[in-house]
């Protein structure tokens, strides 16, 4: 599949901010989005979800990732990610090592998109490949 139209990646922006705002992050005061296109066509929403402990807080996509896996879907297309202090948006927010991780699991390397947008509204768009190269993967377990 090829990347996502751009009136595509603007509704999956958009939905990343609205999830900006449902952001719980008391402690770290960074605040997070994300949208999750599965390849169907559906949007789950995530945003960050922190915690006293520190340890059991959960990022955006993470979120998004787990509530559309839940919900029955596997195949998924892109994500759009927001984030920033004070619930606004700051520089690109690109996901941490264990989202990607995560992301690996389900998707195909040169066929999920991550896409982020800083606070000129410039975006960025790029494979799960270009974020997780030569990633450890399900087939490396099988004998
Ligand atoms: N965070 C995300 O939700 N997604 C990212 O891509 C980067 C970091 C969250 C985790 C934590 O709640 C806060 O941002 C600061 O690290």
Redesign the pocket.
Known sequence: MTEPAWEEICSLLDTAHDMQERSY?PY?G?A?GAALLTEDGKVYGGC?I?NSAYSP?N???RTAFFTALADGERKFRAIA?V?GRNREVGDY????GV?RQVMSEFCRPDDFWIITANNAGETVVRTLRDLLPEAFRFKKLKK
């Open positions: 992050c770290s960074f997070v960050n922190e807080s990022c955006a996509e990610i984030g927010c690109f996901p941490c989202c």
